[in-house]
């Protein structure tokens, strides 16, 4: 019999009350309920994902609101049951992420480059000039800083089950943008919480590690590079993170190059935001990690994306000048004496 391993995702909000149930839970999990608001999305990530995990058939993702039928049978791999919970009786509206996306749209228009500034490098001191006098550099911290709140997914391997917080995935749809716009915008929701979900799985699947990742010599440098920053802790995201990107390069295909398009697209907004903090604290948010558990944020995206495109020179450029910037960064003496930066890991 095919040993099932539970994946748990949590609604930490729905706009519906109808759908309450008492199902049967993992104990960790006694006064959440069924949510239903965004099981039609789940439903379409899940696809993703699957198309992605079934080319080595050792994992398949099942709903557990589709008892049956949503896979045949025959279909090889560990069954991982999804549940879509939310805790009983908590509700959010995000307002909070609402008022800070507000304030940041109403002051760009008023903010203008020093362009005395302009062409310094983030290494430099005259960087912090660019926008000196300016409200923007707080407003982008207080953005970043409700992104370094996000627990997008928590993971007990030893129960085999993920949590992964759909509450704080729709605060990020919020705070890093809905999708690609046009004729043929790219649904946001469903492919980054496929990326996601692939990510999860990576924690669950111990036997895939780093060093068995096929990259070319230089890409293999730039590579272990990055992982010279990491601790154990944040070498644990690397790894899921990797299984993701790898799991994407060994299928190809249309729909996976959709799915990884998400990779680079999310790196881009996070620069965006991190274009209009040149402070000391905002060029220490750029480069250092938010936590002693979780690399940076634009860091992982850049090493996911070299992963998928080992080859470009542009990409690898991407990624080893970024982390030659953040070990100049970490020998500035402000990174020592700014407390903006000293509550970050380096």
Known sequence: MTRWTTLVLFTLFSGCKSGDTENEYPMDFLGFRDATTTRALVVKAINRANEILQYKGKYVLIPSWIATGFVSDSTPGERITVYLL????????????????????????????????????????????????????????????????????????????????????????????????????VPFFEYFLAIILLHEVGHLDQSFQLDSLALPAEAKLIYNDYLSFLNDAKKEEARADAYASNAIVEVGGLDTATIALYIPFQGVLAYGYYLFDKSQGGICRHYFDPTEEHPNFEMRYRAMYLILQPDSRIVQNLMSNYLLNRRAIMNKTYTSENKECTILSR
């Open 86 to 185: 939310r805790p009983k009786g908590q509700f959010s509206t995000h307002e909070k992420e609402k008022t800070v996306l507000d304030s940041f749209s109403a002051v760009i228009k008023g903010t203008q480059p020093n362009p005395q500034a302009i062409d310094c490098p983030d290494t430099s001191e005259c960087v912090h000039e660019m926008y000196k006098g300016s409200n923007i550099g707080k407003v982008v911290a207080n953005i970043l800083s409700l992104h370094a709140t996000l627990q997008l997914a928590k993971i007990k391997v030893d129960r085999n089950y993920v949590a992964l917080i759909d509450g704080d995935v729709q605060r990020f749809q919020l705070l890093f943008g809905k999708g690609l716009e046009g004729e043929q915008a």
